[in-house]
């Protein structure tokens, strides 16, 4: 069970530890960082029901994501084209780092579920 702010409401969302996974076993989505891991594919499962699939937050914002389960402020950044905009970039996660913040990073993914 998590407890979710989502669209100003706090939720309380229960799920149960079944992951979907692929033909090799491996998780379709979230990726453990060690053995037996597993915090992040339920705190992902919780995000998905509340929008009713793992298809529909597909391409989702990290930082929505952490906002709603911590209630914490956050900030998005893209990653610019020009050098002194990556260099100006870059300080802020330094300091960020500096600060213990947490951070997320994410891409686009063209898979289709």
């Known amino acids: 069970m998590a407890r979710v702010l989502h669209q100003g409401v706090l939720r309380e969302v229960i799920v ?7 033909q090799q ?3 379709l989505f979230a ?3 060690a053995v037996r ?14 929008h009713g699939s793992y298809g529909a937050v597909i391409g989702g914002l990290s930082s929505d994501v952490l ?12 990653i610019p084209g020009a ?3 990556q ?3 870059w300080m802020i996660v ?16 063209e898979q289709k579920i």
């Open 16 to 22: 149960d530890d079944y992951i979907p996974v692929n």
């Open 25 to 27: 076993g491996d998780p």
């Open 31 to 33: 990726k453990p960082t």
């Open 37 to 50: 891991e597993i915090w992040v594919m339920i705190l992902e499962k919780c995000w998905a029901k509340l």
């Open 67 to 78: 906002r709603a389960f911590s209630a914490a402020p956050t900030q998005l950044y893209e």
């Open 83 to 85: 050098k002194e905009k």
């Open 87 to 89: 260099e100006e970039l």
């Open 94 to 109: 330094e300091r960020a780092a500096k600060e213990r913040a947490i951070f997320c990073c994410g891409s686009k993914n």
